[in-house]
């Protein structure tokens, strides 16, 4: 895994991701990162309170989120880079979803307890902290009350796909996300192509309608990605004619297999995000 001077998809409290984003700033400071984007989970409210609290670091913050959206019945996420955080459609877009995941948790909350659970709502309320909540933070819950001994069994048996806690909700459609990045000036980056569970047709045929609709480049380097998927996805950004992106999906120091820019580098010979965005 090699470290990089950029990185482009990390999470802070604003979502789920555990390090505030003062600090995570510092430690990507510190692991020699140059060029950050925080892309937390459907809210910006990380780079807004650092941008309030006059934070100065020794590298450049660009503007990042990560959306959730679906194409046909598949939850896909979309990392916007350098959009415009004051832009209406995209602050009234994040408000919806703020709305959206408050009434996913609690329909998770009770579905959940009808499993023979207790009533997490409040415990996962307390575990997002003001940050956008997502399962994640039922994961937390669980281990706190010792109900799961890792967050990984937590979505292995009750928040995983096809699970209890998995509340299916109408995330916005793809088409739509795409607008709003573009509307906002920004850059949009199918996040980790091959963690979806889908096979290497369907990812073939969800980067041919991301492109139609105007999608703008996939994720090639991160954590999870192996040597031939790398080259499949490699394909796809030549094909059609996409930028290629990289960053640690970092969500937390205790995971060994994350770290602020450290991730599998983007093939050489591929038009690259940094390019654009630097
Ligand atoms: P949500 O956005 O609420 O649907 O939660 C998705 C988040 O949960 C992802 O961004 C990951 O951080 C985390 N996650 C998803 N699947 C797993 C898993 N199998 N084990 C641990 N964490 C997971
Ligand atoms: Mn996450
Ligand atoms: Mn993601
Ligand atoms: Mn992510």
Same mark, same amino acid.
């Given at each position: 895994?090699?470290?990089?001077?950029? *990185?482009?998809?990390?999470?802070?409290?604003?979502?789920?991701?555990?390090?505030?984003p003062e600090?995570l700033i510092e430690?990507?400071? #510190?692991?020699?990162?140059?060029?950050?984007? $925080?892309?937390?989970?459907?809210?910006?409210?990380g780079y807004?309170a650092l941008v309030k609290s006059g934070y100065s670091a020794?590298l450049?913050l660009?503007?990042?989120?990560?959306?959730?959206? !679906?194409?046909?019945?598949?939850?896909?996420?979309?990392?916007?880079?350098?959009?415009?955080?004051?832009?209406?459609?995209?602050?009234?877009?994040?408000?919806?979803?703020?709305?959206?995941?408050? *009434?996913? #948790?609690?329909?998770?909350?009770?579905? $959940?307890?009808?499993?023979?659970?207790?009533?997490?709502?409040? #415990?996962?309320?307390?575990?997002? #902290?003001?940050?956008?909540?997502?399962?994640?933070?039922?994961?937390?819950?669980?281990? *706190?009350?010792?109900?799961?001994?890792?967050?990984?069994?937590?979505?292995?048996?009750?928040?995983?796909?096809? !699970?209890?806690?998995?509340?299916?909700?109408?995330?916005?459609?793809?088409?739509?996300?795409?607008?709003?990045?573009?509307?906002?000036?920004?850059?949009?980056?199918?996040?980790?192509?091959?963690?979806?569970?889908?096979?290497?047709? !369907?990812?073939?045929?969800?980067?041919?309608?991301?492109?139609?609709?105007?999608? *703008?480049?996939?994720?090639?380097?991160?954590?999870?990605?192996?040597?031939?998927?790398?080259?499949?996805?490699?394909?796809?950004?030549? !094909?059609?004619?996409?930028?290629?992106?990289?960053?640690?999906?970092?969500?937390?120091?205790?995971?060994?297999?994350?770290?602020?820019?450290?991730?599998?580098?983007?093939?050489?010979?591929?038009?690259?995000?940094?390019?654009?965005?630097?």
């Open positions: 895994m090699l470290a990089h001077s950029y *990185d482009f998809h990390t999470h802070s409290t604003a979502s789920d991701g555990t390090l505030a600090v430690k990507a400071c #510190a692991a020699g990162v140059k060029l950050l984007a $925080l892309t937390d989970h459907d809210t910006m409210k807004q020794d450049k660009i503007t990042g989120v990560e959306l959730t959206c !679906k194409l046909e019945k598949q939850v896909v996420h979309i990392v916007g880079l350098n959009i415009d955080a004051d832009n209406e459609r995209l602050t009234s877009h994040l408000q919806m979803l703020d709305q959206l995941r408050m *009434d996913r #948790a609690k329909a998770i909350a009770l579905r $959940l307890q009808k499993a023979g659970l207790p009533d997490l709502l409040e #415990a996962a309320i307390d575990c997002a #902290a003001g940050g956008q909540i997502g399962r994640p933070h039922f994961a937390r819950a669980l281990l *706190d009350l010792k109900l799961v001994s890792d967050q990984q069994q937590a979505f292995k048996k009750y928040l995983g796909a096809g !699970k209890k806690g998995d509340v299916k909700v109408e995330w916005p459609e793809l088409a739509s996300i795409i607008d709003i990045i573009k509307d906002a000036g920004g850059l949009s980056i199918l996040a980790h192509p091959t963690k979806y569970n889908l096979t290497m047709n !369907k990812i073939r045929y969800l980067v041919a309608h991301y492109s139609e609709l105007g999608g *703008d480049a996939l994720e090639v380097g991160y954590p999870a990605v192996t040597p031939d998927h790398q080259k499949a996805l490699s394909v796809l950004v030549e !094909k059609h004619q996409l930028l290629a992106s990289g960053g640690s999906d970092f969500h937390n120091p205790a995971y060994h297999w994350t770290s602020l820019g450290c991730f599998p580098g983007v093939p050489g010979h591929l038009p690259h995000v940094l390019d654009v965005v630097n």
